[in-house]
């Protein structure tokens, strides 16, 4: 199973939105509705934000939300904020026994 | 306060061993299905290895199949990996990660460094 694909970067400026992909296939992200997004700040470890393709943890902003359309996934962040500067990676269930995650996004707030 | 805290991380030379160790505490261990997941800079984040809530089922990713093993203390509220006949590939940040259902890590440790190399 190959990783699935993110672009490298990102950006917006503070209060816009900004969208950030995540590609896979008919196999995993277009499977399934078990796709999650983690937020790593540097030197932490990853964070969920968002689970089931579109539904959010407790204490998660509502500024965060997911989307699916065919085999690509989306995480938008609206009303962008400074503390929103860090890596975001995707991931897919992929049966029972695996699961793949993106090579991550690296999300700056210019 | 549901956490997470791994130790066992360290250098060791390539065909060694190492046994990674992750407390729990805040949530009801024996419920979960508990996962270890690696982050390296070559091979981004990986599933090394799940084990269901009673420790029947394992799980593990290719590359580590026949070397690593995920294991359980429920008693202990305690999570291991057990890794053998290292490599420097493995060389990566290991994280104890609590799943909570369809792979969904909504609980993460704060990571071990393991680095494999003579």
């Known amino acids: 199973q190959s990783a699935l694909t993110q672009p490298p970067s990102a950006s917006g400026s503070p209060g816009q939105s900004v969208t950030i992909s995540c590609a896979g296939t008919s196999s995993d992200v277009g499977a399934y509705n078990y796709v999650s997004w983690y937020q790593q700040h540097p030197g932490k470890a990853p964070k969920l934000m968002i689970y089931e393709v579109t539904k959010r943890p407790s204490g998660v902003p509502d500024r965060f939300s997911g989307s699916k359309s065919g085999n690509t996934a989306s995480l938008t962040v609206s009303g962008l904020q400074a503390e929103d500067e860090a890596d975001y990676y995707c991931?897919?269930?992929?049966?029972?026994?695996?699961?793949?995650f993106g090579g991550g996004t690296k999300l700056t707030v210019l | 306060e549901v956490q997470l805290v791994e130790s066992g991380g360290g250098l060791v030379q390539p065909g060694g061993s190492l046994r990674l160790s992750c407390a729990a505490s805040g949530f009801t261990f024996s419920s979960y299905w508990m996962s270890w997941v690696r982050q390296s800079p070559g091979r981004g984040l990986e599933r090394v290895a799940s084990i269901r809530h009673d420790g029947i089922s394992k799980y593990y990713l290719d590359s580590v199949e026949g070397r690593f093993t995920i294991s359980r203390d429920n008693a202990k509220n305690s999570l291991y990996l057990q890794m053998n006949t290292l490599r420097a590939e493995d060389t990566a940040v290991y994280y104890c990660a609590k799943d909570s259902g369809w792979y969904r890590f909504d609980t993460w440790g704060q990571g071990t460094q393991v680095t494999v190399s003579s």
């Open positions: 991931s897919s269930w992929v049966g029972t026994n695996s699961v793949i």
